[in-house]
């Protein structure tokens, strides 16, 4: 806590009085975003870790069919396979407004919307756990876009609350305290200087008076 370098005036007083009322203001309306930045953080983090176990679970069963369809395919037929695919996606992103933070919006757009779609060969010389590792990548790649835009929207958040903390802070510890440390000091300062004036000009009356009287 600091005093600030100002001359001890009314003037100075009634601007940091000011200063003081903006600052505390400020410092609520702060701490109100920092704690809904913060609830709506720990809901994206706790869909986060639930999205991500789903993810790498399905992954998981993706690469067991994988691996199982490459044991009983040639390497020549399987990548053929995989070769051509008949599904195409579009991946649009919009932007969205959550307490001053812009954070991601993922709209993926499929070309073929069904669920014969996703395979893009014949089933006569391809194995069926070819079927399974597709149709599982297949199921949870929204799964995986909408964990994406998460993990962005995370990331966005945490920087804006760390520094929405700062200032808090900042004006928590160090300009509030210092606002109100200088008002003390310069209304200290004007009571002095007023008793100072009193004093004096009571000396003054005294003096008046007793020369009034000397005369008399």
């Known amino acids: 806590m600091?005093?600030?370098?100002v001359n001890p005036t009314r003037m100075e007083l009634s601007k940091l009085k000011k200063?003081?009322?903006?600052?505390?203001?400020?410092?609520?309306?702060l701490k109100d975003k920092r704690d809904e930045l913060m609830r709506?953080?720990?809901?994206?983090?706790k869909e986060n870790r639930q999205l991500r176990v789903e993810v790498e679970a399905a992954i998981s069963e993706a690469n067991r069919y994988m691996a199982v369809a490459g044991s009983v395919m040639q390497r020549e037929a399987l990548e053929t396979a995989?070769?051509?695919?008949?599904?195409?996606?579009?991946?649009?992103?919009?932007?969205?407004n959550v307490m001053s933070v812009i954070i991601p919006v993922f709209n993926p757009k499929y070309r073929i919307d069904n669920e014969n779609g996703i395979y893009s060969y014949g089933?006569?010389?391809t194995s069926i756990d070819l079927d399974g590792a597709v149709a599982a990548l297949s199921s949870v790649f929204p799964k995986m876009m909408?964990?994406?835009?998460?993990?962005?929207?995370c990331q966005l958040m945490a920087d804006e609350i760390e520094k929405t903390r700062r200032r808090v802070n900042a004006l928590?510890?160090?300009?509030i305290p210092d606002y109100e440390e200088t008002i003390k000091y310069i209304t200290m300062k004007?009571?002095?200087?007023?008793r100072s004036t009193t004093t004096s000009l009571m000396k003054v009356k005294d003096m008046v008076l007793k020369q009034n009287h000397n005369f008399n």
């Open 172 to 175: 928590e510890h160090i300009m």
């Open 146 to 153: 909408r964990l994406a835009e998460i993990e962005k929207s």
């Open 40 to 45: 709506q953080f720990m809901n994206m983090i």
């Open 190 to 194: 004007l009571s002095e200087n007023e």
């Open 82 to 96: 995989l070769m051509l695919p008949k599904q195409e996606i579009e991946l649009d992103v919009e932007e969205k």
């Open 19 to 29: 200063k003081l009322e903006s600052a505390r203001r400020g410092h609520k309306l």
């Open 2 to 5: 600091a005093r600030l370098n």
């Open 123 to 125: 089933t006569a010389f």
